[in-house]
């Protein structure tokens, strides 16, 4: 065969009655279209079809179909990942001279691009604490455009207000995003209590399994969705066929590993509390949480997969308790199959000064645990381990 006359062309799928059961992957970068006239009619939006992977592609589409219906939705899109999804928003809606609110506990970079580089755009920012809504209300300007929040704040797990900031932005017509993902659809869709846009970063509890990065967002208005999806094929912040079919794998089973790992949380924090070398517990489903009413209220009786406690014995015990604790990797990720452990005062919350750190009730003994899917009786039994090391360190 003379490899010089051989046409690469995309040889047919072989026939079949039957069909696939789960989604096919197709890695097409270009698609072929049959003439000129079919191709304006594509992109006009009378006929549909796909063009260039970057403008859309099925697997992405399949998968963002799947993450709308969850989060009572239309039209979102997939992202690179959970921060392409935070960029599009902040960046492909606002303008130089517009102010954005945001929450004074939101995820690192989230905080890092509202205080690093949308000022450098010209576009205001400040931040305000999202469990008072008055403190948010006075933070608002005549210019404030958009107010971004997150339902559970990391890693003090305290509860925004969500319906008194809701009630903020609709009376002035600035958009509420809400980033939906330590809560999740399992515990609330943020748009059905007035969220205008969603966000996710989709490579946590929905993906779950750690292996890939993406994100989701989505807007209730059908011309501010249309922003968001050009932005983001414009600066590329679109998703692989690969990643996007490998999250939707994951997400199958999403509902039964977030009430898994809930239940599993739930048992934690009853065995933590109380404990000798345990300062407090924090979670949302206990009585002696600081927001125990509105958590009940916003997350529906599903205080999630998340807790956060802290160790008498700063450093020395909290080393003590990671080396101990063997079976739960000491990681700050969430929402995996396994339990991951963060200890803020050397990872995210690393550039606070200790004051800084103190004033969020961040010690050098706090951590913040993500619970996967381990038998609960194995995982309680690390935790023992792992205090009875942290209790010999204090000595
Ligand atoms: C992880 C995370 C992000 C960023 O998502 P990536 O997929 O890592 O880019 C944004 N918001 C929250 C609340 C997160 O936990």
């Not at 219906?69 to 517009?98: C, K, Y």
């Not at 305290?158 to 809400?178: E, Q």
């Not at 990671?322 to 991951?340: H, Q």
């Amino acid at each position: 065969m003379d490899i010089r006359k051989t046409l690469i062309r995309p040889v047919a799928m072989p026939a079949s009655s039957s069909s696939a059961v789960v989604t096919p992957i197709m890695p097409a970068v270009v698609y072929a279209s049959d003439s000129p006239d079919a191709l304006d009619a594509q992109y006009e939006g009378r006929s549909p079809g796909y063009t260039y992977a970057r403008e859309g592609h099925p697997n992405a589409d399949i998968l963002a179909r799947r993450i709308d219906a969850l989060e009572e939705m239309e039209g979102g899109i997939v992202t690179g990942s959970g921060m392409a999804a935070v960029a599009v928003v902040l960046m492909g809606l606002l303008r130089a001279g517009d102010h954005v609110l945001g929450a004074d506990q939101l995820y690192g970079r989230s905080l890092r691009m509202m205080k690093e580089d949308l000022p450098r755009m010209g576009i205001a920012t400040s931040l305000a604490d999202p469990t008072d809504a008055a403190a948010m209300e006075a933070a608002l300007r005549p210019e404030t455009k958009l107010v971004l929040i997150e339902l559970v704040s990391n890693p003090t797990l305290r509860i925004a207000d969500l319906d008194g900031i809701a009630a903020l932005c609709k009376a002035r017509g600035i958009l509420l995003a809400v980033d939906n993902t330590f809560t999740t659809p399992a515990a609330i869709a943020p748009v059905t209590r007035g969220a205008d846009i969603v966000i996710h970063s989709v490579t946590k509890l929905l993906a779950g399994h750690a292996d890939v990065t993406l994100g989701w967002v989505a807007a209730r208005d059908p011309e501010v969705a249309q922003r968001l999806r050009v932005f983001a094929v414009t600066t590329g912040m679109t998703a692989s066929p690969f990643d996007c079919w490998l999250a939707e794998r994951g997400l199958m089973t999403f509902p039964l590993r977030f009430d898994r790992a809930q239940q599993t949380a739930q048992r934690l924090s009853e065995f933590l509390s109380g404990r000798a070398g345990v300062a407090r517990v924090l979670y949302p489903g206990r009585a002696d949480h600081p927001d125990a009413a509105r958590a009940q209220s916003v997350l529906r009786g599903n205080p999630g997969t998340m807790l956060s406690f802290e160790l008498e014995g700063g450093r020395a015990a909290a080393n003590a308790f990671t080396e101990a604790a063997k079976g739960i990797a000491f990681a700050p990720t969430l929402g995996d199959v396994g339990t991951t452990l963060s200890h803020p005062a050397s990872s995210s919350h690393r550039a606070l000064t200790a004051e800084g750190r103190a004033a969020l009730g961040i010690s050098e003994g706090f951590f913040r645990v993500s619970l996967g899917l381990e038998d609960p009786d194995a995982l309680l039994a690390c935790f023992a381990d792992g205090l009875d090391a942290a209790r010999q360190a204090r000595g």
